[in-house]
């Protein structure tokens, strides 16, 4: 599945709030490595470069639109192109940052545990993922997939993201592999939108794109008018046309 640095920009804004709230809560000192897994375009690696100005910062993600836009965001950064579910740190790192990436990997049980143990003594661990998948948003294009000429071809595509589990799991998991000090928190921003296409535009940039993945070009403009015409019905304009989205998300930072 490719990704859309171009696309995934268009909604920077709303994107970056998350990073700036994890990365809040982030308060270890003498911070000298920093990692941030699933690094998109860059942004939140600008943060974290602002936030640890002296510190060796290591970007990573599997799409190369998005490394190209990272490296000419900050030159000076190091990204690289690294599966996360097979990544290892080199050394222990004071900080491994995840914005919106972990729910596209696989097997939470082993994944976290494994971060945890490539933290140094007194590191970090931050995460924040979308927990999005019972809105209508991704409900409805769960419901299409399932509804037209292109169904035979969607049935695994649910699967691409981890499966979710609720925030004690992840605070028993944690607290289980050592970690002290984890705070878990859920919070949904409301983001104004110019209107039912511009929900749509978002979710092209994300969780649509493994159902489009799968479809030719004619389907693709079939299934987004099928998927418009519902978000339309699911998020009603406000009198001036705006659209409220509601968007969950859940948060999790844990010291080793």
Avoid at 54 to 77: K, Q
Avoid at 182 to 188: E, F, L, P, Q, S
Avoid at 205 to 230: I, N, V, W
Avoid at 242 to 249: A, K
């Amino acid at each position: 599945m490719d990704w859309s640095a171009a696309q995934y920009g268009k909604f920077e804004v709303e994107r970056s709030r998350p990073a700036v709230d994890l990365l809040a809560r982030v308060a270890t000192e003498g911070v000298t490595s920093v990692v941030d897994l699933g690094c998109g375009p860059g942004n939140s690696t600008e943060l974290l470069a602002d936030r640890f100005p002296l510190a060796g910062i290591v970007g990573l993600d599997l799409s190369e639109d998005m490394l190209a836009a990272a490296r000419a965001r900050l030159p000076a950064a190091d990204f690289r192109r690294q599966d996360i579910a097979a990544w290892q740190p080199a050394a222990p790192v004071d900080v491994i940052f995840a914005n919106a990436s972990l729910q596209w990997v696989p097997d939470h049980e082993t994944l976290f545990p494994a971060l945890l143990a490539g933290l140094a003594p007194g590191g970090t661990l931050a995460v924040q993922m979308p927990d999005n998948l019972d809105e209508p948003t991704h409900r409805l294009m769960r419901e299409i997939a399932t509804d037209g000429p292109w169904s035979g071809r969607m049935t695994d595509v649910a699967a691409g993201r981890a499966a979710r589990h609720d925030p004690a799991w992840y605070y028993e998991l944690l607290g289980g592999h050592g970690a002290h000090a984890i705070d878990v928190w859920r919070t949904t921003y409301y983001h104004p939108l110019a209107g039912a296409a511009a929900v749509v535009e978002w979710l092209k940039g994300t969780g649509l794109r493994p159902y489009l993945a799968r479809l030719s070009p004619e389907e693709t403009g079939d299934f987004l008018d099928r998927y418009g015409a519902a978000i339309g019905e699911a998020y009603p304009a406000l009198a001036g046309g705006t659209v409220f989205l509601p968007f969950p998300r859940l948060f999790l930072v844990a010291t080793r």
